[in-house]
């Protein structure tokens, strides 16, 4: 959810996630971890913020996969101090149900107590072994995907199927450079020149999209997979937080005729709209940032209606 910034070039540049081990079904190694952490029940946790579009993947995944009485959640509270995430109290909001911390970072440190990286969410925390299996989303999505199944209500949902995971790949790259990414890059530029080649390169993958949902039901054909629930909680963040306070103004998501409806048919998707908490993510962008938003006010609007009826059914 933070960065770091190149300020010769007035460039935001993400920092790379610190813990990269694996859980797998038997607790084999992963794919760019180690292994020794087999899925098992009630022994995973999951810290998240529901304004962190990054920790969102992670609760949409647990949700659709049925894991909601496998793997625990602590919810830190929206404002995030320059210090670190918090956990207080706030509706949405829960203490630290494993190590009681009053900051996220406490938990880091506990792990290692030199740690001296950035303090992100979400995070998977091993409770048998008392420490971080993963902090990167992208892989813990992969791993809520498959690794659980012998005990998710819904094991028959494959968001990255063999057949479909090269699409999945070429496709998810340029939406996190330029949409998922691109938004804090055009936000949290600090020259005109770098905010304009973010604007112009999200604008033009949300043209691009545009066109192709127009065709297709899902980005990579008739079946949601993981690159879909990778670009929604972006989309879902973008007229309430990023046309403003990013100042990515070119256009709003409504302004999008296939892209809006298709992130409604996402939002109505059965447990998804419960892991979105507006509150939260208008709160925690409008006050936390107060380099972009000095007065910390969070605006009242817009109204938008993510329940209307979507239409898309055509394009099966």
């Known amino acids: 959810m933070t960065g770091q910034w190149k300020v010769e070039k007035g460039d935001f540049v993400r920092a790379v996630s ?17 292994g020794g952490f087999p899925a098992e029940p009630d022994r995973y946790h999951l810290y998240v913020s529901y304004a962190c579009p990054w920790a969102h993947r992670t609760l949409i995944f647990r949700a659709l996969k049925g894991l909601e009485d496998v793997i625990s959640v602590s919810v830190v509270h929206p404002l995030m101090p320059a210090k670190s ?8 909001a829960t203490k630290d149900h494993v190590n009681n911390a009053s900051h996220l970072y406490e938990n880091y440190l506990k792990v290692n107590p030199d740690f001296d990286g950035l303090v992100t969410v979400p995070v998977l925390w091993d409770k048998k072994r008392e420490t971080i299996v993963n902090n990167e989303s992208s892989e813990i999505i992969r791993m809520l995907n498959s ?19 090269e699409q999945i790949d070429a496709i998810n790259k340029p939406i996190y450079d330029t949409i998922n990414n691109g938004v804090y890059r055009a936000g949290f530029a600090t020259k005109q020149e770098a905010y304009e080649r973010a604007f112009d390169d999200l604008f033009n993958t949300l043209d691009e999209l545009e ?32 046309y403003n306070h990013f100042k990515t103004n070119k256009k709003r998501l409504i302004d999008y005729p296939n ?3 298709y992130t409604r048919e996402l939002y109505q998707v059965p447990g998804v709209s ?3 908490n507006m509150d939260h993510i208008k709160y925690h962008y409008f006050a936390s940032h107060r380099s972009i938003n000095p007065t910390g006010i969070i605006p009242k ?13 055509h394009l099966s």
């Open 85 to 92: 995430w918090v956990f207080a109290e706030y509706p949405g």
């Open 274 to 276: 419960q892991t979105v």
């Open 147 to 165: 690794a659980f199944d012998e005990f998710a209500r819904h094991k028959e949902l494959d968001f990255y199927p063999e057949a479909l995971q």
């Open 18 to 34: 610190s813990f990269r081990n694996w859980i797998t079904r038997d607790g084999s190694p992963g794919s760019s971890g180690e």
């Open 259 to 261: 892209l809006w409806a």
């Open 301 to 313: 609007g817009p109204d938008i209606d993510f329940m209307m009826p979507h239409e898309r059914t």
């Open 211 to 242: 066109e192709r949902l127009s065709k297709q039901r899902y980005l990579v054909g008739s079946q949601i997979t993981e690159a879909d629930w990778r670009l929604f909680t972006t989309l879902v963040r973008f007229d309430p937080v990023y």
